[in-house]
């Protein structure tokens, strides 16, 4: 499964030949055909053709038709998968900026015009891997959030010692700052 492997990994938008805003990927939720709260469920459509294409390539929906949700295709071409990128933490910004789907869209400037864009340095967006974890934290699993059909699957994944989590599993409380982890460097640069 590639949602709780993108936890730790950096999303990079270039923004000029030397500037650039860095973001670690502290949540994620994954998405499958093969069960109902997956855009591809009920077949291919229009709107949801970007999810059953290539690998690596952004898939972005309006939720509710006001915020952009980020997505990045996984799996296999012709299979819709996705994974929901839903928080980020960015060094030198408010713990909150990219704390939810819509908050992490807004920041990173991305919308519908954006679908269907193959993440690489040559569009100005792209991956990096992640930090080795040791020292980030333990992973939560947990079950996704916002979603009115297959909830009880737990594809939720985040950081349990970051403070950029959306939202957290009962009973999980918010870590104090002098114990959260926060990201320090421009790794993948």
Same mark, same amino acid.
């Given at each position: 499964m590639v949602a709780p492997n993108l936890i730790g990994c950096s999303l990079i938008k270039r923004i000029s030949k030397?500037?650039?805003?860095?973001?670690?990927?502290?949540?994620?939720?994954?998405?499958?055909?093969?069960?109902?709260?997956?855009?591809?469920?009920?077949?291919?459509t229009q709107r949801n053709e970007t999810l059953f294409g290539e690998p690596g390539n952004l898939y972005i929906y309006l939720s509710y038709g006001i915020n952009s949700c980020v997505n990045i295709v996984t799996g296999k071409k012709n299979w819709a998968n996705g994974v929901l990128l839903r928080s980020i933490?960015?060094?030198g910004e408010n713990e909150r900026i990219?704390? !939810?789907?819509?908050?992490?869209?807004? *920041?990173? +400037?991305?919308?519908?015009?954006?679908?269907?864009?193959?993440?690489?340095?040559a569009n100005d967006f792209?991956?990096?891997?992640?930090?080795?974890?040791?020292?980030? !934290?333990?992973?939560?699993?947990?079950? *996704?959030? +916002?979603?009115?059909q297959a909830k009880d699957i737990p594809w939720r994944w985040y950081l349990k010692s970051s403070r950029s989590v959306s939202k957290r599993a009962k009973g999980d409380r918010i870590p104090p700052k002098n114990?959260?982890?926060?990201p320090s460097t421009f790794e993948g640069l």
């Open positions: 030397s500037s650039f805003l860095v973001g670690v990927i502290v949540e994620t939720e994954a998405y499958s055909q093969e069960e109902a709260s997956c855009h591809g469920f009920s077949g291919r933490a960015i060094k990219a704390s !939810g789907p819509g908050l992490l869209a807004k *920041r990173f +400037g991305l919308n519908r015009n954006f679908d269907n864009l193959p993440l690489s340095p792209w991956l990096t891997e992640g930090k080795i974890l040791m020292g980030m !934290g333990n992973i939560v699993q947990t079950t *996704r959030i +916002g979603i009115s114990k959260c982890w926060s």
